[in-house]
Every structure is written in C-alpha cells, then in structure tokens.
Nanobody, 124 residues
C-alpha cells in the first residue's frame, strides 16, 4: 500500500513557477514508477509527466515539454514537478500517481495509487 500526499499548488501569474511535491509512504517507493496527471474542468485527466522507478527514464506531454521537469528522490520518498513558464492553460488539479511496476505508463488506468490532488491556478 502506498499513500501519496501532494503539496505546492497555488495561484501564480503567467510566466511564473511552482514546484509540486508528492510525499509517499511505504518502503517500496523505489520500485514504483510515478507520474503527474492533471485535470482541468470539463476535461479528461491527462498524464503530463512520468518517471521510471530508477529515475533514469522520463516522459513529458508535448504541452509541458521544456517547461516542466519531473524528478524523484528515492531516499526522501518524494516525487517532484518543477513547473516553469506557467500558462493560464496549465490551470488544473494536479495529481501524483504510483504504479506497481518499474516502467511508467501514460494512461490513468495503469496507476494503482493516487494522491488527493492540488490545485494550480495560473492567472493571465
């Protein structure tokens, strides 16, 4: 069982930055691939970044590539998402998710554990 708690969301102006954190419980964090999803009102939940259990492989959606960086600290059992050059269209609830496999997957149905979500609002 893995419990995930996101933090770091908030209100920021366009062009600004935020860093999301996802604190995990459990001693098997290092064996889980992880991902960040987001869901805007009226839209489906989408995977925007994912990272393999080792941290050696990452995925980014086209919409966030070169602006967002996913990383993990297995010693601190924490997942991060550094978000730079934020745009109003980045406004959404952001969720971290854990998958009981070493390699990531970009579909929501591939993840077994979810955090409660943190709101990110980008004003223009």
């Amino acid at each position: 069982q893995v419990q995930l708690v996101e933090s770091g969301g908030g209100l920021v102006q366009a062009g600004g930055s935020l860093r999301l954190s996802c604190a995990a419980s459990g001693r098997t964090f290092s064996s889980y691939s992880m991902a960040w999803f987001r869901q805007a009102p009226g839209k489906e939940r989408e995977c925007i970044a994912a990272i393999a259990a080792s941290g050696g492989n990452t995925y980014y959606a086209v919409s966030v590539k070169d602006r967002f960086t996913i990383s993990r600290d297995n010693a601190k059992i924490t997942l991060y998402l550094q978000m730079n050059s934020l745009k109003p269209e980045d406004t959404a609830v952001y969720y971290c998710a854990a998958r009981g496999a070493s390699y990531y997957y970009i579909g929501a149905n591939g993840y077994h554990y979810w955090g409660q979500g943190t709101q990110v609002t980008v004003s223009s």
